[in-house]
């Protein structure tokens, strides 16, 4: 979604914002601005569109001078994308600059009484009243204006701010919107995401709630809400740069995809000891563990597709009952929680705004949270209770794909940690599964090893108008993410189906030639899924099978089969997920389009 880049310092200003905003582009949006000081005046450059038709405005940055601006990529929610609704918004005089992230609520009231004390507005945007209100009480102090102005404005926002008369300094604030400050030798920078920053320093500082900063080109000051001074503790990032760049890949996806198996592993490795499954982060004593009443599992999109896969697991080994929901349904549904719940959020961005909502209704009833989160320091790291980080490092392509993996490994080391400890589990069968974890790493090589056969049956299927994704149990949940994998990138309509839950309704659709993908991994289930197959084969489908080295009887049901290397069943869903974020790849790519930015779509969802 819409992000922010600022700096203040010995170089130009508007090369790094266009720069850092190069960066922010994965994230999803439709039009980008900036303001920038040039010693006399501030000046704004906008443009609907790529980021390109900013750069080619203003000629790479040449026409806006400056060393001291505010830039922003913007993703619509309040009015259409335009150039007169892209960020930076400015007060009449264009003396005061902003950019906005999040959503100001009570904007509707705000402009009203802006409106009846003669301010003209320009834009649609809930954001062009922050410069107006910022205009009204502006005492010629910055800092006590901005004091004054977050305080009469409700919803989220991350802001950038900069004031004419004020050159040497720019001006940040947020509440429920990811922002950070940084600083190097040549100047101090804001970002609402970290990867903008990387190229130039790693030692941050994060913006609490309510918090405004002040840079100018030596450092940073930070102040509460209420403009008192107070003191921040510098924090380095541990991502490198080169994480951040594509490294030859044509897409960030498939260079992503090729991170699995490090992804795998370092989110593994680190937490098995002798054998044992060891969570430092948990923080949880066995009794503790012993006494867990039920587990929430609370996520969105792909994130809540490993929840679903990890209700079957922990069910399955540690015996706790588990309920997974999608934030945005979680947090207005009045859920039932008990004190004795745990409540396990899953995000890699940690700023999804609905899965942080899930945490104040989980605190609100009295329940401890745990966050499975990628990105360090964000938002939803520092409001859980506590945090088990996935070390994926950062995830570029909107479509996510090792966030997923990794996600998918905590969940199954969470399961494993309860089930010994709650003696569903013996030391033998924890060290099989171990084993088997072990080496999921290579088994995701070896599929890798596969793709072209992927891309030539994905070539095949790129004027596909249906495709359905079926299976059953563990299988199921990882139809979701496949279905979703395809659909988001490459616009073709899909939909995952629980395959016994077929003939009620979806089975109606199937055509000659309708493409069914079926999951078939659970050994328990071959049957029951075959069953499946046979009946939308009797009706024309064309079956493509995902299923283990061992199941011959595919090759007599389906018409394709794509086979994963032996692995606990638990675990399938690990190597099952390769070969289906392939394929949704390869039918993007072959339709042309622009596989890391798919329309509409933002990888940091961070309003509701
Ligand atoms: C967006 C992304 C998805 C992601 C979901 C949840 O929709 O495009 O890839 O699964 O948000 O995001 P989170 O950062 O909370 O995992």
Known sequence: MC???GYIGKQRAAEIILEGLEKLEYRGYDSAGMAVYDGEKVNVAKAMGRLQVLKEITRGGETVPGHAGIGHTRWATHGEPSNVNSHPHTNKEGTIAVVHNGIIENYISLKKKL???????????DTEVIPHLLDYYYNGNPLETISKVIQRIEGSYSLGIIFADHPDEIYAARKSSPLIVAKNDNGCFIASDATALLKYTRNVYYIGEEEIAVLTEKGAHFYDSDAEEIEKEEIEIKWDADAAEKGGYEYFMLKEIYEEPKTVRDTLNPRIRDNKVVIDELKMTDEEIRSIGKIHIVACGSAYHTGVTAKYVIEGMARIPVNVDIASEFRYRD???DPSDLVIVISQSGETADT???????HRKGCQVLAIVNVVGSSIAREAD?????????????????????????????????ASVRGTIDDKQLAAYIHD??????????LLGEKEKIQKFANRYTAAKDVFFIGRGIDYAISLEGSLKLKEISYVHSEAYAAGELKHGTISLIEEGTLVVAVVTQKDLYDKTIS?????????????????????DIEKAADYAVYIPETDQYFTNSLAVIPLQLFGYYVSLGKGYDVDHPRNLAKSVTVE
């Open 3 to 5: 992000g922010i880049v």
């Open 115 to 125: 409106k009846n004390k003669g301010y003209e507005f320009r834009s649609e945007t």
């Open 335 to 337: 859920p039932l929680l």
């Open 356 to 362: 942080k909502a899930a945490i104040e209704e989980a």
């Open 386 to 418: 506590k945090v088990m980080y996935t070390w994926a490092g950062p995830e570029i392509s909107v479509a996510t794909t090792k966030a997923y993996s990794a996600q998918l490994i905590a969940l199954y080391l969470i399961a494993l940690k309860f």
């Open 437 to 446: 974890l072990r080496k999921l790493p290579q088994q995701i090589d070896l």
């Open 532 to 552: 499946n197959i046979r009946e939308v084969k009797a009706r024309g489908a064309f079956v493509m099978a995902v299923t283990n080295v061992d199941n011959p």
